[in-house]
């Protein structure tokens, strides 16, 4: 081989981890991660009357995709006599940016649905992970990397998300339902579980709710929350949260319903992995094929549901 060829060999393989680390990069730029909700239209329907489920992935107020049904893995339904069905995925369909489902509620009182997606990998640079890190109010993995000096190494993320959404028949709703099909625990590895029927309360009403890991209490998890109403963001496009609170012991957070309308709760539980994913990738990272990532774990659980305006007195 003359020089030259070797010189155009060595470009060729030089650009090869190139375009291979664009790629990735261009990949979590469309793949990054955003939050699943899991919707309910109208929020209290007539009983055997159908009630639209929508999922969107992105925030409240916009999707940025839908989620292919082909990536749900399970669906699961709790009527108000509290018993749990695992239903098919299939119904589910793709509507523009969000995935629906028509569902009748064939029995009147309070019901919950609930998503799990499979998991999926996403790739992310170090300044694209410090923004989802700041984006999704994920403080103590900030202050991790941080202490570990890790703030600019690329990460390698396997994540899941758990949705569910709590609501109430016409002839139920705000009328003291007693079911406690709302108490329900479905299993998923992050959930969050009410304490109190959100059916039965009205704006300046305390809402309280378990959050649970693999139906265990987290204790010590930071839960944000928020209303439809309040669309509040800063100059990088992060929204203000109405509530941030941390659960206790028992894995239990509290707070005030300060404004009517639909509400979510949300957290994260991420874990940082000791070693790669694959156990191949210090042997491409030795050979300048792959830059060197830190691998993370996360669970996502949100839930929904509709407050009714303050009681007049």
């Not at 569902?103 to 998503?115: C, E, K, N, Q, S």
Request: aromatic share 10%; hydrophobic share 35%.
């Amino acid at each position: 081989m003359t020089s030259g060829e070797m010189n155009t060999h060595q470009r060729r393989r030089s650009a090869i981890p190139a375009v291979f680390a664009m790629g990735l990069y261009l990949l979590s730029s469309q793949v990054f991660a955003h939050t699943l909700y899991l919707l309910a239209d109208p929020e209290h329907p007539p009983t055997s009357s159908p009630s639209t489920l929508t999922l969107i992935k992105g925030t409240l107020w916009r999707s940025e995709n839908a989620v292919s049904p082909e990536r749900l893995k399970r669906f699961d339904v709790v009527d108000p006599t509290g018993k749990i069905t695992g239903e098919t995925t299939e119904q589910w369909l793709v509507n523009d940016r969000v995935t629906t489902l028509a569902r009748t509620l064939d029995t009147p009182g309070t019901w919950v649905f609930g998503v799990a997606t499979s998991p999926s990998n996403v790739f992310l640079n170090a300044e694209d992970f410090d923004y989802y890190l700041r984006y999704e109010g994920l403080l103590d993995s900030i202050e991790e990397r941080k202490n570990l000096d890790e703030s600019a190494v690329a990460v390698s993320e396997r994540y899941t998300k758990y949705a569910k959404v709590v609501l109430t028949t016409a002839d139920g709703a705000h009328a003291g339902d007693a079911s406690t099909s709302y108490r329900q625990v479905l299993g998923y590895p992050a959930e969050i579980v009410p304490e109190v029927n959100p059916a039965n309360l009205h704006q300046g009403d305390r809402f309280r709710a378990r959050i649970l890991a693999d139906g265990k209490p987290l204790s010590g998890m930071l839960v944000y929350a928020n209303c439809q109403s309040h669309n509040v963001q800063d100059a990088e496009g992060i929204h203000e949260e109405l509530v941030s609170v941390r659960s206790d012991q028992q894995g239990i957070v509290e707070f005030e319903l300060t404004e009517p309308g639909r509400w979510y709760v949300r957290f994260i539980q991420i874990e940082r992995l000791e070693g790669n994913e694959y156990w191949y990738t210090d042997f491409l990272v030795w050979l300048g094929i792959e830059e060197e990532r830190v691998s993370y774990r996360s669970d996502w659980a949100t839930l929904t549901f509709d407050t009714a305006p303050a009681v007049a007195d």
